[in-house]
C-alpha cells in the first residue's frame, strides 16, 4: 500500500518561498512509468495541478505557475518536494502530493497540508 505524507511549514509570510516535502512509503518514487504531483486546493476554490516530477526526474508545471515553481526529489530518501518562490495570499491553500500524472491516473493522495500566507 502506498502512502504519501506531506511535510513542512503551516505559514509562510509574503514574498517568501514554500517549500514542501512529500514522503512515500510502500512503493519508490523510481518505479518505472509513475508520476509524483502537487495539487492544491485554495479555499472555496477547485483543485489545481501545480506540477509533478517522473520516475526519471523529468519535471512538468503548470503554465500559470511554472516560473515560481520547481519540484525536486531525494530518492535516497524516497521524497520530492515542492518549491513555490515569492508567495502571496493568492497561494493560500490545502497542498496535496498525489501519485499520477494526469487527471485519471491519480490513485494515491496524501492527507494534505494546510499552507497559508500572511504576514
Known amino acids: 500500500q502506498v502512502q504519501l505524507q506531506e511535510s513542512g511549514p503551516g505559514l509562510v509570510k509574503p514574498s517568501q518561498i514554500l517549500s514542501l516535502t512529500c514522503t512515500v512509503s510502500?512503493?519508490?518514487?523510481?518505479?518505472?512509468?509513475?508520476?509524483w504531483s502537487w495539487i492544491r486546493q485554495p479555499p472555496g476554490k477547485g483543485l489545481e495541478w501545480i506540477g509533478y516530477i517522473g520516475y526519471s526526474g523529468s519535471t512538468y508545471y503548470s503554465p500559470s505557475l511554472k516560473s515560481r515553481t520547481s519540484i525536486s526529489r531525494d530518492t535516497s530518501k524516497n521524497q520530492f518536494t515542492l518549491q513555490l518562490n515569492s508567495v502571496s495570499p493568492a497561494d493560500t491553500a490545502v497542498y496535496y502530493c498525489?501519485?499520477?500524472?494526469?487527471?485519471?491516473?491519480?490513485?494515491?493522495w496524501g492527507q494534505g497540508t494546510q499552507v497559508t500566507v500572511s504576514s
Open positions: 510502500g512503493g519508490s518514487i523510481t518505479t518505472n512509468r509513475y508520476y
Open positions: 498525489v501519485r499520477g500524472g494526469r487527471w485519471y491516473e491519480l490513485d494515491y
